[in-house]
């Protein structure tokens, strides 16, 4: 035989395209010819598969060889086809005679000995050669990646030549172990009755975190904006299985590692202010995912909100409503998902603080709040004034300390979205305008409050929807089939921005 075809993947974006290494051996001067837009890292893979196949015992052909990994028309690049070109080159030369096992993959890099290495951002193959039912033999390096999401029919070597004794049945792989995958303790998040009073900040981010809902804290320094923020790390359900195989290839893609316990845990990215358009969207060649895609399925915080450049902010905003982000470059087209909860602190003004304590004028405030585009805004169902204790209840609040757990809220959440998924399938910040107004269950009567208030606070059509959609939340948490007048309000409160906006120009 001088024509062979081993099949590996190759990652474009979140999918793992299925790669034939085809080789041909010919008659003529010795040459190796590697073809299928390959990059300089696949190029090079020449000089390893030569030294890898001399130095495992086996004899390189001194014919001329030509190796086509198709499809042409996607480029590849990094040392993952090192063992799939050094495997068929063995089976075209007749040095593997018989092939003892089907339906086969291979990825990983050969060392000059002959060894296997670990490769790089291998999980979504892990993931595509498992929903094709086929058996993926990888470096014994990536075990963990296997053992991650559970894949059984995963094989792992050490070296060329024990996937060669493997393939002619002298000799078998190591096969992943079970191992277990859970959600990280919630105690290593702090917890909601640390924090001292804030009771209207604590139920909107109850209702943020039930709903899914976006949601921006505006207070003065030391209110305790960022500590809640993490706090609601602690209270968010686990992640269903499908979600966290996904979003563990996004992170593996990113070099990021997920470990066993954090396989169901939902995401929590706090990327600093001075992130790039790039790191929040994803960038670079090829495209990697950015902060948004890493915080998919989970929660992106940004502190200090007005602080990041309005052009990093306002790429935010089509992501958010289509809960995908396109990187285009000039020969990559990518698209990585981006379903989060945006959560935002910020201060009402550059020095902090507002009223008598201020020390920037009304035209300084409308300046530094003129760095949030309104649209940006929009996009916050939820907004809330986190403001400073009244004297005297700050030793109040700490002798009582009655505040909530985070235990006892994530309970109250994940009750609150079992109910939401039940009844229509998705979270209620999910919820499409039709699918809204057929599950909300509110009367004439109410929608006519709602459209007369918004008229007065110069809403938009948005605003709306996202206010309905949190009186939804509202309702579900206390069990209420149909959303009331209270619940509208409760909802309407919840607009602190809009407020404070309309108190700077009147």
Known sequence: ????????????????IAVKVEVHLNNGLPSFHLVGLPQTTVREAKERVRSAICNSGFKFPQRRITVNLAPADIPKQGGRFDLAIAIAILVASEQITEIKHNNLEFIGELALSGLLRGTPHILPSVLAAQSSNSTLVLPAANRGDAELIGYSKALMADSLHSVAEFLRGEANLIKPSRRQSGVQNASNYPDFKDVIGQQVAKFALTVAAAGGH?????????????????????????????????????????????QPQQLLQAPFRSPHHNSSAAALIGGSSPPKPGEISLAHGGVLFLDELPEFPRRVLDCLREPLESGEVLISRARHKVTYPAQFQLIAAMNPSPCGHTGQHSRTTDDQIRRYLNRLSGPLLDRFDISVMVNNLPKGQLLEALKANQSQTSKEIAEQVASCRAHQVNRQGKLNAQLSNNELLDSTHVSNADLKFLEATMDQLQLSLRAFHRILRVARTIADLEQQPSISRQHIIQALSFRAIDKLMTDLIT
């Open 214 to 258: 976006n949601l921006l804290m505006c207070g003065s320094p030391g209110t305790g904006k960022t500590l809640m923020a993490h706090c609601l790390a602690g209270i968010l359900p686990p992640l269903a299985l499908p979600r966290a195989q996904e979003v563990a290839a996004i992170h593996s893609i990113a070099d990021l590692e997920r």
């Open 1 to 16: 035989m001088s024509l062979a075809t081993i099949i590996t993947r190759t990652n474009q974006g979140l999918d793992a």
